[in-house]
């Protein structure tokens, strides 16, 4: 299963938000603006 694993990596993207825009992270999942992980980043 490993080694299959390795042959077939996944794509990862993360879209950031910074703490003055964490308002805008609900409303861009709920319409699917955001394809993969919404993270919030403390600065």
Not at 10 to 23: C, G
Request: glycine share 2%; proline share 7%.
């Amino acid at each position: 299963m490993l080694a299959e694993s390795a042959l077939h990596r996944p794509a990862v993207h993360v879209q950031r938000y910074s703490p003055d825009r964490a308002d805008r992270a609900p409303a861009d999942l709920a319409a699917d603006r955001v394809t993969g992980v919404a993270v919030l980043v403390a600065d």
